[in-house]
């Protein structure tokens, strides 16, 4: 883009409207010899429309680029945007254009940013700035192919060393999203120290009504700990379709909890999922399928089969909201002991999130229903 962009220049621009209604003369933009043919021809465009104007009328649309420079420099896009597009629909010229599709990629209307960077380009292709935010914006729409194409044509014209690195840094944003698989893995690890690792009374006496008396046994009663616990998980997603678009999500993970004096108390968990993934620009839609095992001390606890469908749909790169159902089955391998824990889970969960900072900081609060129906009341 033309140096001309810069604040002090722009505001110049602005003054423009003010000088042309006292004497009569045409505006600097459209006398700047640094100015690309077609930036000229569209900005003498506009002083033919600013001709028709009165004193008033072009005071008033002076005050107006001024309120929108303000909230642009402000970086209060979403509110200039409206500005800047009225402004246009009484007198359009390149930097106005540019404006617009600046403020409407900034607050997410991208087909918008498309648009009028689009129309920049027919009318004078040699502005390598204007392509190089189409690529962004092309980019930030998921068409790769298009983003690579105006960056191929940018790098053709010789840019100078700033620009190219600019370019360099969309291709690796480009190659990384095009990769039809990703794949992760973490671990943790850590002491723990348990009060009460069999979630038991204090070690006594006690009375009952009536009269009659209870003295826990040794190993029912409140027994204190300590421990390692440790996590491991990992993933792999593989995009099936267009990119981003439809996608396999395959992961498992593993919980053990184990104590140093009572191992009969230690915990075992394994995990594995699997299930479709799809995505598009303001929503992002999963339905994992799940397999659990679980070990307590030495002996096979449980298995567990789940399904969780949820979606996310994000309102603005601000705020999003997340619904999720989740039908959960769990069986006990000790029939003679456990048989009445067999149960059926539902959970409800609705949770809406809000994003900080570029995304570097979430809040999110969640309200949930879960009915647990087991073979035994008790347990229900």
Known sequence: MPTHLTRTAINGFVLVFILFSLAGAGPVLAQETSDPPGYKVKNQEAVQKLRLMSKQEIDNLDAIISQALELYYDRKYTAALPVFLDIADKVETMDIMFWIGTSAARSGKLDLAKEQYEKM????PSLDRVRLELATVYFAMGKNDAARKELETVKAGDPPAQVMASIQRLEKAIEERSRKYAWNVRASAGWIWD??????????????PGGSTFTPAPGSSKIRDDGFVATVTGNYLYDIGDPKSFMWNTGANVYSKTYRNFGEYDYLAANIYTGPWWTNRDGIAKVPFNYTTTYYGSDRLSYLMSVDPSYEHFFSPLFSLRGAYTYKD?????????????????????????????RRHILTARLGYDHHTAKSHTFS
């Open 330 to 358: 769990e069986r006990y391998f000790n029939e003679s002991r456990a048989a009445d824990l067999d149960s059926i889970s539902h959970i409800i969960e609705l949770a809406p999130s809000f994003y900080f900072q570029n």
């Open 195 to 208: 009060d009460n690792i069999t979630s038991g009374p204090d070690a006594g006496v006690y009375t009952l």
């Open 121 to 124: 380009l027919q009318i004078d």
